[in-house]
């Protein structure tokens, strides 16, 4: 068993599993700091060296850049420099209008700062709403920062081929859109995917694993209702709500089981072979706050699903009510019930961020 790479652009490799940073915000219950630094290697030495974060993820960029620090200083340039990481830009809704070039800059100064690197591997860039502001002339800069080596690549968050499209359109080399993509929000095949072929970019698709919710922990459980404390719990909760019942996620828990069982695997490493076997998909990202999972993540890469397999999902699959529409539809939508849990304003105050765009 080895972990599958891929490469979003020469030079540009990734593995196909990336270790999630926005379970480390401290939105998801205490974070040992420590602990979660030291089993960052774990994962490097495993095959997963690229590592997902955002400028908006409080201390996450810094744990990494700590991480990075300590593994040079430890094991030497060579070995250091295999952590590959993805960050993203994310400006905040009510700068959206006034927005300046100097302004994009430092965030990504900042950034490289934080992660105590001299190129950020992918900048991921989202804008919260592309009626305020000149979001193209805006973010032009970005092309200027690759140019200058401060940026080996650009990536787009959180947004379906409608919003990309001008990026395309005014000369941006775009080599992947972060999406949610998972058994339960196959949104990306509403268009999407296609489109992205047609324009040479992949798909980094998070929410897998739907925050946790696609695992054993949650087979044969009742429905907890809409009552966490943990947003992201919140946010996942109502992506199965869109899909159907909690009856019928149960099913879906139940079939991933079953496949599961039969190559000796975790129903959750069923559920993220299904999303990198999907068209255009370069990578599933799978939120880790420590290594514990590790040895049941690295199960993605140990067999392949079938067609028996694919019948059995599709049964549950066919039946779903949704999510319907275009990626991040339903969350654009800031008075709708998924657009009113997130947070749109966490780069004014960085030490005070949370988690907005992503999950």
Same mark, same amino acid.
């Given at each position: 068993?080895?972990?599958?790479?891929?490469?979003?652009?020469?030079?540009?490799?990734?593995?196909?599993?990336?270790?999630?940073?926005?379970?480390?915000?401290?939105? $998801?219950?205490?974070?040992?700091?420590?602990?979660?630094?030291?089993?960052?290697?774990?994962?490097?030495?495993?095959?997963?060296?690229?590592?997902?974060?955002?400028?908006?993820?409080?201390?996450?960029?810094?744990?990494?850049?700590?991480?990075?620090?300590?593994?040079?200083?430890?094991?030497?340039?060579?070995?250091?420099?295999?952590?590959?990481?993805?960050?993203?830009?994310?400006?905040?809704?009510?700068?959206?209008?006034?927005?300046?070039?100097?302004?994009?800059?430092?965030?990504?100064?900042?950034?490289?700062?934080? %992660?105590?690197?001299?190129?950020?591997?992918?900048?991921?860039?989202?804008?919260?709403?592309?009626?305020?502001?000149?979001?193209?002339?805006?973010?032009?800069?970005?092309?200027?920062?690759?140019?200058?080596?401060?940026?080996?690549?650009?990536?787009?968050?959180?947004?379906?081929?409608?919003?990309?499209?001008?990026?395309?359109?005014?000369?941006?080399?775009?080599?992947?859109?972060?999406?949610?993509?998972?058994?339960?929000d196959r949104r990306p095949?509403?268009?999407?995917?296609?489109?992205?072929?047609?324009?040479?970019?992949?798909?980094?698709?998070?929410?897998?694993?739907?925050?946790?919710?696609?695992?054993?922990?949650?087979?044969?459980?009742?429905?907890?209702?809409?009552?966490?404390?943990?947003?992201?719990?919140?946010?996942?909760?109502?992506?199965?709500?869109?899909?159907?019942?909690?009856?019928?996620?149960?099913?879906? %828990?139940?079939?991933?089981?079953?496949?599961?069982?039969? $190559?000796?695997?975790?129903?959750?490493?069923?559920?993220?072979?299904?999303?990198?076997?999907?068209?255009?998909?370069?990578?599933?990202?799978?939120?880790?706050?420590?290594?514990?999972?590790?040895p049941q993540t690295l199960?993605?890469?140990?067999?392949?699903?079938?067609?028996?397999? $694919?019948?059995?999902?599709?049964?549950?699959l066919d039946q779903a009510?949704?999510?319907?529409?275009?990626?991040?539809?339903?969350?654009?939508?800031?008075?709708?019930? $998924?657009?009113?849990?997130?947070?749109?304003?966490?780069?004014?105050?960085?030490?005070?961020?949370?988690?907005?765009?992503?999950?």
């Amino acid at each position: 068993m080895s972990v599958e790479t891929i490469a979003l652009r020469p030079g540009h490799t990734i593995s196909r599993v990336i270790r999630g940073g926005w379970q480390l915000a401290g939105d $998801h219950g205490p974070v040992d700091r420590a602990q979660a630094i030291r089993d960052m290697e774990a994962f490097v030495d495993a095959g997963l060296f690229t590592f997902d974060c955002a400028d908006i993820y409080t201390g996450v960029e810094e744990m990494i850049g700590d991480f990075i620090a300590d593994l040079r200083a430890r094991r030497g340039t060579s070995v250091a420099d295999r952590v590959c990481v993805h960050t993203k830009l994310v400006p905040d809704l009510t700068r959206l209008g006034d927005l300046r070039p100097d302004e994009v800059t430092a965030i990504v100064d900042r950034s490289l700062q934080r %992660l105590k690197i001299d190129q950020l591997d992918l900048v991921q860039f989202f804008w919260w709403d592309l009626t305020i502001g000149n979001a193209v002339e805006a973010l032009d800069v970005l092309k200027d920062l690759r140019k200058e080596g401060k940026i080996k690549n650009l990536g787009t968050t959180n947004w379906d081929r409608q919003a990309m499209q001008p990026f395309v359109d005014a000369g941006f080399d775009i080599a992947s859109a972060q999406v949610q993509y998972s058994v339960l929000d196959r949104r990306p095949a509403n268009g999407l995917s296609d489109w992205a072929a047609q324009n040479d970019l992949m798909l980094i698709c998070y929410g897998t694993l739907a925050g946790g919710f696609i695992t054993e922990k949650w087979l044969g459980e009742p429905d907890p209702g809409f009552q966490f404390e943990n947003r992201s719990l919140i946010k996942y909760r109502l992506i199965i709500e869109e899909f159907g019942p909690w009856d019928r996620f149960q099913d879906l %828990l139940r079939a991933l089981k079953s496949v599961g069982d039969k $190559h000796g695997v975790s129903l959750s490493a069923v559920a993220t072979r299904w999303v990198l076997d999907q068209p255009q998909v370069a990578a599933g990202i799978v939120g880790a706050r420590y290594a514990r999972h590790l040895p049941q993540t690295l199960q993605t890469f140990a067999f392949a699903l079938d067609a028996e397999d $694919h019948a059995t999902l599709n049964a549950v699959l066919d039946q779903a009510d949704g999510p319907k529409g275009d990626v991040y539809s339903l969350e654009r939508d800031r008075s709708g019930r $998924h657009g009113r849990i997130m947070k749109y304003n966490l780069n004014t105050n960085p030490n005070d961020a949370v988690h907005g765009a992503n999950g």
